[in-house]
């Protein structure tokens, strides 16, 4: 309970407040992803506009995660708040779960429209294979955002790496397009997002995949996160600067 509790405070004044006294960076973090879904609702109307929605979800939620990065190293490194942290009886869960969460409240705003603009075109989300979908997806990402970052030692590369890998992890994975247009469907579950995207795309009726394909992306996501919690947890560089 002390873990969801220095979660939760963490949350609270790294991502609520700052969400709201910060509004532009919940503006910023959704530039990317709706430019997509312009797009593709253009060129591709209705159906171009259901892809760019389940992109720009997956998008939204696994950019914040690998946002972390930033975040992280900025207070590691740059003003010494993890530190201060460490002097305190608060976990690196906790922590790391306060900051992911923090983050996922900058999402929150622009998830809510993705999904009202969802259900009204039909596409429901909230199935219990999408949910786990998503919250897997979320604590992969997060822990590979954390743990990345306890390793960086220079403010310059914690603000340009998330910008790489959350272009390799949205564009380089089916997240906008279906998997059967890779060489081979399975490479599609090498990285969290493809994952997840051949498992929503497929329970919100986008495309068919079979379900030797759908077992497979079920189970790297399930690796993909536990590697992310056991690496937050074992590997990440809590106590040095």
Do not use: C
Not at 52 to 65: C, D, P, Q, R
Not at 154 to 183: E, N
């Amino acid at each position: 309970m002390k873990i969801i509790r220095d979660a939760l405070v963490i949350a609270w004044v790294n991502g609520w407040i700052a969400a709201v006294r910060g509004w532009i960076w919940v503006v910023a973090s959704s530039v990317s992803p709706v430019s997509f879904l312009v797009i593709l609702s253009i060129y591709g109307g209705v159906e171009g506009l259901k892809w760019g929605l389940v992109g720009g979800f997956i998008w939204t939620l696994a950019s914040n995660g690998i946002s972390l990065i930033g975040d992280a190293t900025y207070y590691r490194v740059g003003i010494k708040y993890q530190s201060m942290l460490t002097a305190a009886p608060v976990s690196p869960v906790g922590y790391a779960l306060g900051l992911a969460l923090s983050s996922f409240i900058f999402a929150l705003p622009t998830l809510a429209v993705y999904l009202a603009v969802m259900l009204w075109l039909g596409l429901w989300i909230l199935t219990p294979t999408a949910m786990y979908a998503l919250a897997a997806l979320w604590l992969a990402s997060a822990g590979v955002g954390f743990t990345l970052a306890s390793f960086i030692r220079h403010m310059r590369y914690a603000w340009s790496l998330p910008q790489i890998l959350t272009a390799v992890f949205t564009v380089g994975s089916p997240v906008y397009y279906p998997a059967t247009l890779l060489p081979s469907p399975y490479l599609g579950v090498v990285l969290p997002t493809g994952a997840a995207g051949i498992i929503i795309q497929h329970a919100l009726g986008l495309v068919e995949y079979g379900g030797d394909l759908l077992a497979a992306a079920a189970a790297a996501l399930a690796a993909q996160s536990m590697a992310g919690l056991y690496s937050l947890v074992k590997l990440a560089r809590w106590r040095q600067p």
